[in-house]
């Protein structure tokens, strides 16, 4: 029986330095023994009852409070080159690995594909739940395969890509199976061939700026310089990176924007819709720099939410609360959070 420990502490397992305990936890390490743990836990007295939650790196996490519950701490490990063909490089890892150094190790291997993903914090377990992207690329277009296993009965189950339900910043996993899987690990399909995503012009400058050759640790340097240079380190300063989605809108309403706000970004989302660029709404709305106790919107990206130190869930909240009502009286559009909240 894996150990369990009890009144266990979250406040470091999550980036924003939330403050909370969860009544037990236990730290899932082993693959090889996982569906036989997953089983006496079932079986265990003190545990019945409890809601599981699975938690990776907490970086995409708010805690409203105390939880009386079971967390499973996903640390399951792995890295590993599957299959290769003359189109694709196949890399299976495992659900607790940290995703930033995962990147790098697929660099390591001479791989490309993620480069523009890297120092997302989080696990890799994490990235089908959320779909993370950055810099024009989302992690939907590398993932083959997502293994899980279901926490009520202990079956296995293998998605595809295309079962996730992959959308902007969303997935099934975190809709519809939310609380149900453990992701046990993650294939990922990457290119043979090195193509450079250099879509946005800030890592396309400071590609030029750094490297006279254009190679996936180029791209991986340049979006780690950028991300630094923006965002906060969560070790000196609580956050969950990016708080708020980009926003969805008609086409049309983008474009009546547009014409009374002509300095607001804008990017194409299908045929009749576009994306705003929630850090400048919210920068619009007066909130970059500014906070309410000890939570605030960072004074270098008004998109990222931070602690300032000893904050709970209920300022995180307030806050929120706060700018989403800002910018829907002055521009009429909907802010919604990325971070999933446990209440």
Known sequence: ???????????????????????????????????????????????????????????????????????????????????????????????????????????????????????????????????????????????????????????????????????????????????????????????????????????AREVAAHADVVTPRAVAEAVIRTRRAKLPDPAQIGNAGSFFKNPIVPSAFAAELKSRHPALPTYEAGASEMKLAAGWLIDQAGWKGKRIGPVGMYEKQALCLVNHGGATGADVAQVRAAVQADVMRLFGVALEPEPVVWA
């Open 1 to 203: 029986m894996l150990p369990i420990e009890t009144s266990f502490d979250l406040t470091p397992h999550n980036t924003l330095g939330l403050r909370a305990k969860a009544s037990h936890a236990v730290r899932l390490r082993e693959p090889a023994t996982l569906a036989a743990d997953l089983r006496l836990l079932r079986e265990a007295q003190v545990l019945v009852g409890k809601p599981w939650l699975v938690l990776g790196g907490g970086s995409n996490l708010v805690l409203a409070h105390d939880l009386d519950a079971l967390i499973l701490k996903n640390e399951l490990p792995g890295r590993v080159i599957t299959a290769r063909d003359s189109e694709h490089v196949f890399v299976r890892a495992g659900g607790g690995e940290n995703w930033h150094e995962f990147v790098m190790w697929t660099l390591d291997q001479n791989l490309s594909g993620l480069e523009n993903l890297a120092l997302i914090p989080g696990t890799v377990g994490a990235c089908p739940v959320q779909n993370i992207g950055a810099y024009g690329l989302e992690v939907m277009e590398r993932i083959w395969q997502v293994e899980t296993i279901n926490l009520a009965t202990g079956e296995p189950k293998t998605f595809s890509a295309e079962e996730c339900g992959f959308s902007y910043r969303d997935s099934a996993f975190k809709q519809e199976w939310a609380g149900k899987l453990l992701i046990t690990s993650v294939l990922f399909r990457l290119p043979a061939q090195f193509e450079a995503r250099l879509g946005y012009g800030e890592i």
